[in-house]
């Protein structure tokens, strides 16, 4: 051990200074021109030269700041066992393709685990400065202003917002999912950043967000803020929030919303 873990609201305070500083990076990087320099799941899921440089720094930082701490990167994985019952989990560019293509909505992520509860997390659009903040048990908040989701209660009423994955079959189930769902709502929004989507949710922008697949990084600071925000944050038939699939919501529309994807097997497919 390594002495007492920080208040989350601490945590938060480191995250927070090493967020900014990475998306300061991000943004510069991105100024200065762009390629993909390899891909990952699949031909059209690709990393750059500075989702690595980003991640890297944010490592860096945290290590100055906390060496004790065990981290998880969506670039480099594992890192270190969290002795001082702190892990950091880390998305540097969530929304790569945006940022390949100059889409200005790509986020550095960043959240602290403690004995593994997400309990402190930020979430910065590298390319506006938006960012979004939440610890546990404390609020969710953008600039200073609390938030408190949608107020909207009919689905049918409903901006909701999704994403999709690389590999073609997954994205063809995820296709037939949305072309059922449509009738049932407003609209649907694709913004191409998970992280940014449940910070959408979390204040109101739209009404409700789903997507399968999101691994731990891209869930952790948005889902806090979300959940803060008064959201319910879970997954299908009483599974927790994860890969399988993730539902943010109002409590009034959770349940119609999950319903409705229940009955599409959103969860399903490869």
Not at 121 to 135: P, S
Not at 217 to 222: E, P, Q, V, Y
Not at 225 to 242: H, I, K, N, S, Y
């Amino acid at each position: 051990m390594h002495g007492p873990v920080p208040a989350p609201q601490e945590l938060l305070k480191i995250a927070v200074e090493v967020a900014r500083a990475a998306a300061t990076t991000a943004a510069r990087m991105r100024a200065e021109g762009v390629s993909p320099v390899a891909t990952k799941s699949t031909v059209t899921d690709v990393v750059t030269a500075a989702d690595r440089a980003v991640e890297q720094q944010v490592v860096a930082d945290l290590r100055r700041r906390r060496p004790g701490d065990a981290v998880l990167g969506e670039e480099y994985g594992e890192d270190g066992a969290a002795g001082g019952g702190v892990r950091w989990i880390i998305d540097p560019i969530d929304g790569t393709v945006n940022y390949l293509y100059g889409i200005p909505c790509y986020a550095v992520s960043l959240a602290a685990e403690v004995d593994g509860v997400v309990v402190a997390g930020v979430v910065r659009n590298a390319a506006t400065g938006d960012e979004w903040t939440a610890v546990r048990g404390g609020g969710a908040y953008r600039d200073g202003r609390r938030l408190s989701g949608s107020t909207e209660t009919e689905l049918a009423q409903s901006l909701v917002a999704t994403g999709f994955g690389y590999a073609p079959a997954r994205r063809q189930h995820q296709a037939a999912v949305l072309a059922r769902l449509i009738p049932h709502v407003r609209d649907i929004r694709r913004f191409g950043a998970a992280s940014i989507d449940l910070c959408r949710a979390a204040e109101g922008q739209v009404d409700a967000y789903y997507e399968k697949g999101l691994a731990a990084w891209d869930l952790a600071a948005g889902g806090l803020v979300a959940t803060e925000a008064g959201l319910r944050v879970d997954g299908l038939t009483g599974r927790p929030a994860g890969p399988d699939l993730v539902i943010a919501a109002p409590p009034a529309l959770f349940g119609p919303l999950h319903d409705r994807l229940a009955d599409l097997d959103a969860s399903g497919g490869p």
